[in-house]
Protein backbone atom coordinates (compact mmCIF):
# COMPACT_ATOMS: atom_id res chain seq x y z
CA UNK A 1 0.00 0.00 0.00
CA UNK A 2 1.15 3.70 -0.84
CA UNK A 3 1.79 5.84 1.66
CA UNK A 4 -1.22 8.29 1.99
CA UNK A 5 -0.78 11.89 0.73
CA UNK A 6 -0.57 14.87 2.74
CA UNK A 7 -3.63 16.88 2.49
CA UNK A 8 -2.82 20.33 0.44
CA UNK A 9 -3.95 23.31 1.82
CA UNK A 10 -6.22 25.29 -0.07
CA UNK A 11 -6.90 28.76 1.38
CA UNK A 12 -10.10 29.18 -0.98
CA UNK A 13 -11.96 26.76 -3.25
CA UNK A 14 -11.94 28.27 -7.10
CA UNK A 15 -15.38 29.94 -6.87
CA UNK A 16 -16.64 28.58 -10.59
CA UNK A 17 -17.08 25.27 -11.26
CA UNK A 18 -15.27 24.76 -14.51
CA UNK A 19 -14.53 26.07 -18.11
CA UNK A 20 -15.92 25.60 -21.54
CA UNK A 21 -14.57 26.26 -24.55
CA UNK A 22 -17.29 28.29 -27.03
CA UNK A 23 -17.36 27.97 -30.94
CA UNK A 24 -16.19 24.70 -31.37
CA UNK A 25 -18.32 22.19 -33.54
CA UNK A 26 -17.74 18.88 -31.68
CA UNK A 27 -20.17 18.62 -28.24
CA UNK A 28 -19.08 17.84 -25.20
CA UNK A 29 -16.92 15.21 -25.55
CA UNK A 30 -13.98 14.95 -22.68
CA UNK A 31 -12.59 17.04 -20.08
CA UNK A 32 -10.18 17.65 -17.83
CA UNK A 33 -10.00 17.22 -14.18
CA UNK A 34 -8.78 20.19 -12.55
CA UNK A 35 -7.92 19.31 -8.57
CA UNK A 36 -8.35 22.54 -5.98
CA UNK A 37 -4.83 21.91 -4.89
CA UNK A 38 -3.55 22.89 -8.89
CA UNK A 39 -5.73 25.30 -9.23
CA UNK A 40 -4.21 26.70 -5.64
CA UNK A 41 -0.76 26.10 -7.41
CA UNK A 42 -1.81 28.59 -10.41
CA UNK A 43 -3.06 31.16 -7.99
CA UNK A 44 -0.41 31.06 -5.50
CA UNK A 45 2.29 30.72 -8.53
CA UNK A 46 1.28 32.78 -11.30
CA UNK A 47 -1.65 35.26 -9.62
CA UNK A 48 0.22 35.87 -6.56
CA UNK A 49 3.41 35.72 -8.09
CA UNK A 50 5.39 33.68 -5.00
CA UNK A 51 7.60 31.71 -5.46
CA UNK A 52 7.63 27.82 -5.12
CA UNK A 53 9.31 27.80 -2.24
CA UNK A 54 6.94 30.43 -0.48
CA UNK A 55 4.15 28.63 -1.96
CA UNK A 56 4.53 24.96 -1.08
CA UNK A 57 4.71 26.46 2.61
CA UNK A 58 2.00 28.31 2.92
CA UNK A 59 0.07 25.12 1.74
CA UNK A 60 1.89 22.94 3.72
CA UNK A 61 3.42 20.70 1.17
CA UNK A 62 7.58 19.92 0.10
CA UNK A 63 8.78 22.48 -2.82
CA UNK A 64 8.65 19.05 -4.95
CA UNK A 65 5.47 17.98 -4.36
CA UNK A 66 4.40 21.39 -5.35
CA UNK A 67 6.37 21.58 -8.43
CA UNK A 68 4.86 18.56 -9.25
CA UNK A 69 1.43 19.63 -8.46
CA UNK A 70 1.90 23.05 -10.51
CA UNK A 71 2.99 20.98 -13.36
CA UNK A 72 0.07 18.78 -13.72
CA UNK A 73 -1.76 22.16 -13.29
CA UNK A 74 -0.30 23.76 -16.60
CA UNK A 75 -0.28 20.24 -18.18
CA UNK A 76 -3.78 20.00 -17.69
CA UNK A 77 -4.90 23.57 -18.81
CA UNK A 78 -2.74 22.81 -21.92
CA UNK A 79 -4.68 20.18 -22.71
CA UNK A 80 -7.72 21.95 -22.45
CA UNK A 81 -6.89 24.73 -24.47
CA UNK A 82 -5.01 22.74 -27.29
CA UNK A 83 -8.08 20.07 -27.12
CA UNK A 84 -10.69 22.54 -26.79
CA UNK A 85 -12.06 20.93 -24.08
CA UNK A 86 -13.86 21.46 -20.91
CA UNK A 87 -12.00 22.05 -17.24
CA UNK A 88 -13.82 20.55 -14.72
CA UNK A 89 -12.78 21.49 -11.00
CA UNK A 90 -12.81 18.58 -8.73
CA UNK A 91 -11.67 18.33 -4.85
CA UNK A 92 -8.58 16.40 -5.14
CA UNK A 93 -6.45 15.81 -1.80
CA UNK A 94 -7.28 19.18 -0.77
CA UNK A 95 -7.62 20.76 2.84
CA UNK A 96 -9.91 23.72 2.73
CA UNK A 97 -8.10 25.71 5.72
CA UNK A 98 -10.49 28.15 7.16
CA UNK A 99 -9.17 31.36 9.11
CA UNK A 100 -7.21 30.18 12.17
CA UNK A 101 -5.75 32.72 14.41
CA UNK A 102 -2.58 32.43 16.99
CA UNK A 103 -2.60 33.93 20.05
CA UNK A 104 0.90 36.52 21.22
CA UNK A 105 0.44 36.12 24.39
CA UNK A 106 -0.24 32.31 25.19
CA UNK A 107 0.88 31.00 21.66
CA UNK A 108 -2.99 29.25 21.73
CA UNK A 109 -4.58 28.60 18.12
CA UNK A 110 -8.47 29.19 17.21
CA UNK A 111 -10.53 29.69 15.05
CA UNK A 112 -13.18 32.74 15.10
CA UNK A 113 -17.08 31.93 13.64
CA UNK A 114 -19.45 34.10 12.76
CA UNK A 115 -21.69 33.88 15.11
CA UNK A 116 -18.52 35.50 17.66
CA UNK A 117 -17.95 39.12 17.24
CA UNK A 118 -15.36 39.48 19.59
CA UNK A 119 -11.80 39.30 18.34
CA UNK A 120 -9.76 38.39 21.33
CA UNK A 121 -7.99 35.12 22.54
CA UNK A 122 -10.70 32.39 23.99
CA UNK A 123 -8.38 31.78 26.88
CA UNK A 124 -6.54 34.45 27.93
CA UNK A 125 -9.03 37.39 26.79
CA UNK A 126 -5.90 38.92 24.88
CA UNK A 127 -6.76 41.06 22.07
CA UNK A 128 -3.26 40.41 21.13
CA UNK A 129 -3.65 38.23 18.18
CA UNK A 130 -2.93 37.55 14.49
CA UNK A 131 -3.78 35.81 11.41
CA UNK A 132 -2.45 32.54 10.47
CA UNK A 133 -1.84 32.00 6.65
CA UNK A 134 -2.77 35.16 4.94
CA UNK B 1 -22.35 29.73 27.16
CA UNK B 2 -21.30 26.02 27.14
CA UNK B 3 -17.48 24.84 26.09
CA UNK B 4 -16.17 21.48 25.57
CA UNK B 5 -12.58 20.29 27.27
CA UNK B 6 -11.11 16.70 25.86
CA UNK B 7 -10.10 14.80 28.81
CA UNK B 8 -7.95 11.79 29.63
CA UNK B 9 -10.27 11.44 33.01
CA UNK B 10 -13.51 12.02 35.06
CA UNK B 11 -12.65 14.74 36.82
CA UNK B 12 -11.06 18.35 37.12
CA UNK B 13 -7.96 17.23 37.63
CA UNK B 14 -7.30 15.00 34.99
CA UNK B 15 -4.51 15.46 33.00
CA UNK B 16 -6.20 17.07 29.02
CA UNK B 17 -5.92 15.09 26.73
CA UNK B 18 -4.75 16.43 22.95
CA UNK B 19 -6.85 14.39 20.73
CA UNK B 20 -10.07 15.65 19.55
CA UNK B 21 -11.64 12.33 18.21
CA UNK B 22 -10.34 9.40 20.60
CA UNK B 23 -10.06 11.31 23.92
CA UNK B 24 -11.13 9.55 26.96
CA UNK B 25 -13.77 12.00 28.17
CA UNK B 26 -15.60 15.16 27.25
CA UNK B 27 -15.80 18.04 30.13
CA UNK B 28 -18.71 20.03 28.95
CA UNK B 29 -18.23 23.63 31.16
CA UNK B 30 -21.15 25.77 31.33
CA UNK B 31 -19.60 29.69 31.82
CA UNK B 32 -22.75 30.42 33.39
CA UNK B 33 -23.51 28.27 35.91
CA UNK B 34 -19.69 26.96 36.17
CA UNK B 35 -20.60 23.49 36.42
CA UNK B 36 -18.61 20.61 34.96
CA UNK B 37 -20.27 17.53 33.44
CA UNK B 38 -18.43 14.64 32.13
CA UNK B 39 -19.51 12.50 29.61
CA UNK B 40 -17.38 9.20 28.12
CA UNK B 41 -16.68 9.20 25.05
CA UNK B 42 -17.88 5.78 23.15
CA UNK B 43 -15.92 6.21 20.11
CA UNK B 44 -12.11 6.13 21.69
CA UNK B 45 -11.60 2.54 20.13
CA UNK B 46 -13.44 2.63 16.47
CA UNK B 47 -10.97 2.42 13.73
CA UNK B 48 -12.32 5.01 11.97
CA UNK B 49 -14.81 8.29 11.83
CA UNK B 50 -13.73 9.09 15.50
CA UNK B 51 -13.34 12.96 14.87
CA UNK B 52 -16.58 12.77 12.58
CA UNK B 53 -18.86 11.22 15.31
CA UNK B 54 -17.37 13.45 18.21
CA UNK B 55 -18.13 16.40 16.29
CA UNK B 56 -21.57 15.38 16.01
CA UNK B 57 -22.09 14.55 19.39
CA UNK B 58 -20.33 17.94 20.44
CA UNK B 59 -22.94 19.91 17.79
CA UNK B 60 -26.17 18.00 19.19
CA UNK B 61 -25.03 18.45 22.50
CA UNK B 62 -25.28 22.62 21.53
CA UNK B 63 -21.98 23.46 23.01
CA UNK B 64 -19.98 27.00 21.49
CA UNK B 65 -16.83 26.31 21.64
CA UNK B 66 -14.05 23.14 22.02
CA UNK B 67 -10.71 22.74 23.47
CA UNK B 68 -8.65 20.01 22.31
CA UNK B 69 -5.20 19.45 21.19
CA UNK B 70 -5.53 19.22 17.47
CA UNK B 71 -8.74 18.21 15.09
CA UNK B 72 -8.67 16.22 11.95
CA UNK B 73 -10.00 17.90 8.43
CA UNK B 74 -13.26 16.38 8.98
CA UNK B 75 -13.55 17.31 12.40
CA UNK B 76 -12.56 20.64 11.76
CA UNK B 77 -14.94 21.11 8.58
CA UNK B 78 -17.96 20.09 10.06
CA UNK B 79 -17.45 22.31 13.67
CA UNK B 80 -16.52 24.91 11.18
CA UNK B 81 -20.25 24.62 9.60
CA UNK B 82 -22.37 24.79 12.82
CA UNK B 83 -20.09 27.71 14.00
CA UNK B 84 -18.30 26.30 16.74
CA UNK B 85 -15.09 27.63 18.21
CA UNK B 86 -11.58 25.22 18.06
CA UNK B 87 -9.42 25.92 20.29
CA UNK B 88 -6.34 24.37 20.06
CA UNK B 89 -3.69 23.98 22.97
CA UNK B 90 -0.48 22.85 22.41
CA UNK B 91 0.96 22.43 26.82
CA UNK B 92 1.83 18.90 27.43
CA UNK B 93 0.97 19.52 31.29
CA UNK B 94 -1.99 21.19 31.77
CA UNK B 95 -5.14 19.81 33.75
CA UNK B 96 -8.93 20.20 33.15
CA UNK B 97 -8.85 22.33 36.15
CA UNK B 98 -6.15 25.00 34.69
CA UNK B 99 -8.07 25.27 31.84
CA UNK B 100 -10.98 26.19 33.29
CA UNK B 101 -9.41 28.34 35.58
CA UNK B 102 -7.89 30.41 32.40
CA UNK B 103 -10.89 30.55 31.06
CA UNK B 104 -12.93 32.35 34.04
CA UNK B 105 -10.03 34.69 34.69
Redesign the interface.
Given at each position: MSRPKT?RKVVAPPNFKGYKPYGTHAGTRDSVELLYEEYEAIKLADYDLMNHLEASKLMGISRPTFARIYETARRKIAKAFVEAIEIKTVYGDA??D?HWYVCDDC??????????EEHQC???KSEQIELLNT | MKTVITSSGENNLAQFDKRFGRAAWFCVFDEETKETIFIKNTNTNSSNGAGTKAAEQIVSMNV??V?SGDFG?KA??LL?KF????????DNDVTVQG?IE??TT
Amino acid sequence: MSRPKTLRKVVAPPNFKGYKPYGTHAGTRDSVELLYEEYEAIKLADYDLMNHLEASKLMGISRPTFARIYETARRKIAKAFVEAIEIKTVYGDALLDKHWYVCDDCQTRFTIPKTIEEHQCPLCKSEQIELLNT
Amino acid sequence: MKTVITSSGENNLAQFDKRFGRAAWFCVFDEETKETIFIKNTNTNSSNGAGTKAAEQIVSMNVQKVISGDFGPKAKDLLDKFNVQMVIIQDNDVTVQGIIEKLTT
